[in-house]
């Protein structure tokens, strides 16, 4: 038994000691060997619409701008003024050619570039006038932006490694590209991030935690078969830490108010159009519910009529900070946004009718843990003994758990072995004019 992990395969029973979630300790070497080595998920290129947009983020602690120059390139750099470092930008976001620093005036372009620095004959004419720093390395895929504070991380492909099969599928539900809609969901939890890092990929809690959810669907659709959902759904490991759990088509269904038949006739044609142009086993997959972790912290979720993309912060071991946006595709009709949204609110929003209950959840469990000493130990075993990991079993949170292990500790804990998934589960994005499989890029 190591430090932090009890990934006992005889028993089977893998748990987690209670003190990552409480030692200071253990969050500082999460910030320098997780957070300052990774790729970490920026943002979106569909919220910068115009030249000179820009947006304001926190990623791995570090203030940063997310922004497209006068060309319409996509920049990303850090919120500090190069002179006495007062950040930069202060608001969310905005359209603006030059960014002036407000405590002495300096202004840079969009592109880095310093226009403007108020008294400038006062440095020389040899000075050296400085730029805007950046991270490390910036690299997107699929319309996704992600750095990272490593100049010698391996490429972004090789990160995401099976995770971007299933950022494609998320980015094929839209023939002209999905966007992320106006708005942003703003939220802190008083718990341990890694705790909603579990969260966000565990169906065993949906319908003890989210009773009253569940209550309001049967009440206006009728009575829902869950059982036949979860039969035929997986977790599966995607590599680097990254885990998703997929279920099969029209898996969704029982969440969610049922769509009217205009918006849900809508919605058939451009599957229909998609099945055409990618083939009938990849819309299939599409069709279906994925919530997929990419390690370390971000979170993609297909479900209830909308696209979650939840960004988590760390701040404290038991404080975090979580931003979310919705991704749709852009071509809806109007009908079928109103519905939509009111689904997607209706479950995800600060105040719908699902997150309430997650964060108090985790702050329920994050109080808890002032027993440590008393109780030591996390169970996440469920499924360990099955020949099939479902979506309500802890597969892909040992998944999780074993990669930032391997981080943290360089303890590396052997993977669990599962037949090969079934062809449903791996069918490839076709091409149908080149009757081949491609890549989407």
Same mark, same amino acid.
């Given at each position: 038994?190591?430090?932090?992990?009890?990934?006992?395969?005889?028993?089977?029973?893998?748990?987690?000691?209670?003190?990552?979630?409480?030692?200071?300790?253990?969050?500082?070497?999460?910030?320098?060997?997780?957070?300052?080595?990774?790729?970490?998920?920026?943002?979106?290129?569909?919220?910068?619409?115009?030249?000179?947009?820009?947006?304001?983020?926190?990623?791995?602690?570090?203030? /940063?701008?997310?922004?497209?120059?006068?060309?319409?390139?996509?920049?990303?750099?850090?919120?500090?003024?190069?002179?006495?470092?007062?950040?930069?930008?202060?608001?969310?976001?905005?359209?603006?050619?030059?960014?002036?620093?407000?405590?002495?005036?300096?202004?840079?372009?969009?592109?880095?570039?310093?226009?403007?620095?108020?008294?400038?004959?006062?440095?020389?004419?040899?000075?050296?006038?400085?730029?805007?720093?950046?991270?490390?390395?910036?690299?997107?895929?699929?319309?996704?932006?992600?750095?990272?504070?490593?100049?010698?991380?391996?490429? /972004?492909?090789?990160?995401?490694?099976?995770?971007?099969?299933?950022?494609?599928?998320?980015?094929?539900?839209?023939?002209?590209?999905?966007?992320?809609?106006?708005?942003?969901?703003?939220?802190?939890?008083?718990?341990?991030?890694?705790?909603?890092?579990?969260?966000?990929?565990?169906?065993?809690?949906?319908?003890?935690?989210?009773?009253?959810?569940?209550?309001?669907?049967?009440?206006?659709?009728?009575?829902?078969?869950?059982?036949?959902?979860?039969?035929?759904?997986?977790?599966? =490991? /995607?590599?680097?830490?990254?885990?998703?759990?997929?279920?099969?088509?029209?898996?969704?269904?029982?969440?969610?108010?049922?769509?009217?038949?205009?918006?849900?006739?809508?919605?058939?044609?451009?599957?229909?159009? /998609?099945?055409?142009?990618?083939?009938?086993?990849?819309?299939?997959?599409?069709?279906?519910?994925?919530?997929?972790?990419?390690?370390?912290?971000?979170?993609?979720?297909?479900?209830?009529?909308?696209?979650?993309?939840?960004?988590?912060?760390?701040?404290?071991?038991?404080?975090?900070?979580?931003?979310?946006?919705?991704?749709?595709?852009?071509?809806?009709?109007?009908?079928?946004?109103?519905?939509?949204?009111? =689904?997607?609110?209706?479950?995800?929003?600060?105040?719908?009718?699902?997150?309430?209950?997650?964060?108090?959840?985790?702050?329920?469990?994050?109080?808890?843990?002032?027993?440590?000493?008393?109780?030591?130990?996390?169970?996440?075993?469920?499924?360990?003994?099955?020949?099939?990991?479902?979506?309500?079993?802890?597969?892909?949170?040992?998944?999780?758990?074993?990669?930032?292990?391997?981080?943290?500790?360089?303890?590396?804990?052997?993977?669990?072995?599962?037949?090969?998934?079934?062809?449903?589960?791996?069918?490839?994005?076709?091409?149908?004019?080149?009757?081949?499989?491609?890549?989407?890029?």
């Amino acid at each position: 038994m190591s430090q932090y992990i009890d990934d006992d395969r005889q028993m089977p029973r893998f748990r987690v000691n209670r003190n990552v979630m409480t030692d200071p300790e253990v969050f500082a070497q999460e910030k320098e060997k997780i957070f300052d080595t990774t790729w970490l998920y920026l943002g979106h290129e569909s919220e910068l619409k115009k030249p000179n947009d820009f947006k304001t983020r926190s990623v791995g602690g570090r203030p /940063l701008i997310f922004a497209k120059d006068k060309k319409g390139t996509v920049r990303v750099w850090v919120n500090s003024c190069p002179h006495r470092g007062a950040m930069l930008c202060r608001e969310d976001g905005g359209n603006a050619r030059f960014m002036t620093c407000a405590y002495h005036g300096w202004s840079f372009s969009t592109s880095g570039d310093l226009v403007s620095m108020p008294g400038d004959q006062a440095y020389g004419p040899e000075f050296e006038r400085p730029g805007l720093a950046a991270p490390a390395q910036v690299d997107s895929y699929r319309g996704f932006v992600f750095v990272t504070f490593n100049p010698d991380a391996p490429d /972004l492909l090789t990160h995401l490694a099976g995770a971007a099969e299933y950022l494609d599928l998320v980015s094929d539900m839209s023939e002209e590209g999905m966007e992320v809609l106006e708005g942003t969901h703003h939220y802190s939890v008083k718990a341990n991030w890694k705790l909603l890092v579990e969260n966000s990929f565990d169906g065993y809690h949906a319908m003890s935690t989210h009773q009253r959810y569940f209550e309001m669907i049967v009440a206006a659709r009728g009575p829902i078969d869950a059982g036949a959902s979860l039969k035929n759904s997986r977790s599966i =490991n /995607l590599g680097n830490g990254h885990a998703v759990t997929v279920g099969g088509p029209g898996s969704g269904d029982i969440f969610g108010r049922e769509l009217s038949a205009e918006a849900r006739a809508e919605k058939e044609a451009r599957y229909e159009r /998609l099945r055409a142009k990618h083939g009938d086993g990849w819309v299939k997959r599409l069709d279906g519910i994925r919530n997929m972790v990419i390690f370390p912290n971000l979170v993609i979720i297909d479900l209830v009529m909308g696209v979650v993309i939840r960004k988590i912060d760390p701040v404290t071991p038991d404080y975090m900070e979580v931003t979310a946006w919705e991704l749709a595709p852009p071509e809806e009709g109007p009908e079928l946004k109103r519905q939509r949204l009111d =689904n997607f609110l209706t479950f995800w929003g600060p105040g719908g009718l699902a997150s309430p209950d997650d964060v108090e959840m985790l702050e329920s469990a994050q109080r808890a843990y002032a027993s440590v000493k008393e109780l030591q130990w996390s169970d996440i075993s469920r499924g360990m003994h099955s020949d099939v990991p479902v979506q309500s079993d802890e597969y892909q949170m040992r998944t999780f758990w074993r990669q930032w292990n391997e981080i943290v500790t360089g303890e590396v804990l052997p993977p669990e072995d599962y037949e090969e998934l079934p062809e449903y589960w791996t069918a490839p994005r076709l091409d149908r004019d080149a009757d081949s499989t491609v890549s989407a890029s």
